[in-house]
Structures are given as structure tokens and as C-alpha cells.
């Protein structure tokens, strides 16, 4: 009896001193999954760093929208026209700045000449105020950077100006000058977009823009239309008077000469009408403007016409 009780004491001591060691384990344990979480809201909140895109738009209207602080690492060949499409609010100063890795030199038969544009929301080409905006690499070259500082955005403009304005800013890379043979060529594109300043910034004061110019970007995207919701027994059986008028067409409005004027008839009357009248005008334009002729009295004597002294008659030199 005694051997059993010291057994039960014993494990019942070791029972007690195993469970604080355990409930120490468990805050360390439970540390990663915490950190995990903590990282995961970060992402999904927006502060930590977007990954790069990897593919750009061949037009404006498939332009790949950059969202603040990404960047964008994209494959592609020489001879592409490659857009993006990025944000830009009132007081900004956004810069551009592109760098392209070409292909390997002994593959390029000569330089090759590559230019970076914007554009604004109304797809006018705005001009660069400091930046190198077109950049030539020779044979030789690995790179080609180039660089664009647009104008500080102004909350309003003239509507005749070209004035930068919030809204959606469009950028364009192209090749402008290589040769013939390097067009297809691998490259790799690097597009980083940098701002500075805000809407303390914004100049001219006490005008202000209606809505930022934003034109629809990746357009033609239908939405699946709803599913009809099925009528109830009640509707079914009785359709409201409203319903009911809404449905019924509406017959035009028609007169007893509706037939004559319309299909294929159209054009006899209005030839025939149209010949009527222009020789009743031309029947009554002679008549207006035709000289009145004279006419000679009936049954009278014919007027002797006045003769002058030289003209005398031949016989009157016998009457002596």
C-alpha cells in the first residue's frame, strides 16, 4: 500500500513540473505564426513593396496600369510600341525613368535609338522638362537609359492650353531608329516611376478641376448578364396594368396619304412633283420677263412715213 501511494505522489510531481514547460513552449511556438500573419496584413494593406510587373500594353487601350511605387521588369523585342498607364494628382512632379538592356552586342548590326513619351488622359503628348528623353546606344553598348520629369500637375487649366492635369498619364517606349536587321531582337525594359510634391503644392490657386482625366483602360470586358429572377405564381397570373403598357409597342400615327410617300413610291413622287414644278417656273419666268411687241390697228391706212427734202418723189419736176 505504502509502494503504491509514493507512485502516485511521484507522477503527480512529475505531472506538475512538466506543465509549466510546456506553457513556456507554447508563446515560442506560437511567435512564427504571429510574424506570418503580421507580414501577410502588411502585404494586403499596400505598405510593403508591389512586385514588378512582368507585361506591358501594345496600345492605349490595353495599357498596364502601374500602381504607386511599382515598378515594371518586362521581356520584349526590339520594334515593340510597350504603354503603361500610371496616376499623377494635383501638385505632383512625376519622373520617368526607363532603362533597357539590349541584346548582346554581336548579335546587333549597328546602334539603335530608343525614345520614352507621355501622354495625359486626353492622349496629348506632354513635353519634358529636364531628362535625356530620346537615348542612343551604339553596337557596342549593353544599355540605353532614359529619363522624362513632367511638368508639376495643375488642379485647373485653360481649355486652350496643354496644361498637365490630374488623371491617368500614359507611357510610350519605341524604338526609333535601328536597323533592319535588329528588329525582333530580345530586350529587357525597366520602367520606375518617381514623385514628389502633393496637393499643398498645387499651382494655380482658386481653380479646381471638375473629375481627374481618366479614359477607360483594357476596355471591351463584358459582364455576364444577371439571371432573370423567376416570376411568382401572382405576377404570372395577373401582370400589372404598368407592365403590361410598357410592353405594348407603339403603333405610329398614320393619315390616308402615309402609303403614297413611303417605299419604293417615294422617289416617283418626288421626281414627278419636282419636274411639275420647275416648268411652272419656267412658264412663269418667260411670261414675267418677256418684251411686250406692238401691233398694228386693224382696217386703218398705212401712215406715210416722213421724207426728208432730198427724198422727193420723181414727177413732181414735170408739174411746171
Given at each position: 500500500m505504502r509502494t503504491t501511494l509514493k507512485a502516485g505522489l511521484l507522477a503527480l510531481g512529475l505531472t506538475a513540473l512538466a506543465a509549466p514547460v510546456a506553457g513556456a513552449a507554447s508563446p515560442s511556438a506560437a511567435a512564427p505564426s504571429a510574424s506570418a500573419s503580421a507580414s501577410a496584413s502588411a502585404s494586403a494593406s499596400g505598405k510593403g513593396p508591389k512586385p514588378a510587373l512582368t507585361n506591358a500594353g501594345t496600345s492605349f487601350l490595353t495599357a498596364i496600369t502601374l500602381a504607386p511605387g511599382q515598378d515594371a521588369d518586362v521581356p520584349a523585342s526590339t520594334g515593340d510600341y510597350l504603354y503603361w498607364a500610371f496616376a499623377a494628382s494635383e501638385g505632383q512632379t512625376d519622373t520617368v525613368q526607363v532603362n533597357v538592356d539590349l541584346a548582346a552586342s554581336a548579335d546587333r548590326h549597328g546602334p539603335q535609338t530608343w525614345t520614352v513619351e507621355l501622354f495625359d488622359g486626353l492622349r496629348r503628348r506632354q513635353s519634358c522638362t529636364a531628362g535625356q528623353q530620346n537615348g542612343t546606344a551604339e553596337q557596342?553598348?549593353?544599355?540605353?537609359?532614359?529619363?522624362?520629369?513632367?511638368?508639376?500637375?495643375?488642379?485647373?487649366?485653360?481649355?486652350?492650353?496643354?496644361?498637365?492635369?490630374?488623371?491617368?498619364?500614359?507611357?510610350?517606349?519605341?524604338?526609333?531608329?535601328?536597323?533592319?536587321?535588329?528588329?525582333?531582337?530580345?530586350?529587357?525594359?525597366?520602367?520606375?516611376?518617381?514623385?514628389?510634391?502633393?496637393?499643398?503644392?498645387?499651382?494655380?490657386?482658386?481653380?479646381?478641376?471638375?473629375?481627374?482625366?481618366?479614359?477607360?483602360?483594357?476596355?471591351?470586358?463584358?459582364?455576364?448578364?444577371?439571371?432573370?429572377?423567376?416570376?411568382?405564381?401572382?405576377?404570372?397570373?395577373?401582370?400589372?396594368?404598368?407592365?403590361?403598357?410598357?410592353?405594348?409597342?407603339?403603333?405610329?400615327?398614320?393619315?390616308?396619304?402615309?402609303?403614297?410617300?413611303?417605299?419604293?413610291?417615294?422617289?416617283?413622287?418626288?421626281?414627278?412633283?419636282?419636274?411639275?414644278?420647275?416648268?411652272?417656273?419656267?412658264?412663269?419666268?418667260?411670261?414675267?420677263?418677256?418684251?411686250?411687241?406692238?401691233?398694228?390697228?386693224?382696217?386703218g391706212p398705212v401712215p406715210r412715213q416722213a421724207q426728208g427734202p432730198q427724198s422727193q418723189p420723181q414727177h413732181d419736176q414735170y408739174r411746171n
Open positions: 557596342s553598348a549593353g544599355s540605353v537609359a532614359m529619363s522624362c520629369t513632367l511638368r508639376q500637375i495643375r488642379s485647373w487649366a485653360e481649355p486652350w492650353s496643354g496644361d498637365p492635369l490630374p488623371g491617368t498619364y500614359y507611357i510610350r517606349l519605341s524604338v526609333n531608329d535601328a536597323s533592319q536587321q535588329d528588329l525582333g531582337l530580345a530586350a529587357q525594359v525597366k520602367v520606375h516611376i518617381g514623385a514628389k510634391g502633393g496637393a499643398d503644392d498645387a499651382q494655380p490657386e482658386g481653380g479646381e478641376l471638375k473629375a481627374p482625366l481618366v479614359p477607360p483602360v483594357n476596355p471591351g470586358s463584358t459582364t455576364a448578364p444577371a439571371a432573370p429572377a423567376a416570376p411568382s405564381a401572382s405576377a404570372s397570373a395577373a401582370p400589372s396594368a404598368g407592365a403590361s403598357h410598357a410592353a405594348a409597342p407603339v403603333e405610329p400615327e398614320s393619315h390616308w396619304y402615309s402609303d403614297l410617300f413611303s417605299g419604293w413610291n417615294t422617289r416617283w413622287w418626288w421626281t414627278a412633283a419636282g419636274g411639275a414644278l420647275a416648268a411652272l417656273a419656267g412658264v412663269a419666268g418667260y411670261t414675267l420677263t418677256r418684251h411686250p411687241r406692238g401691233r398694228r390697228p386693224s382696217g
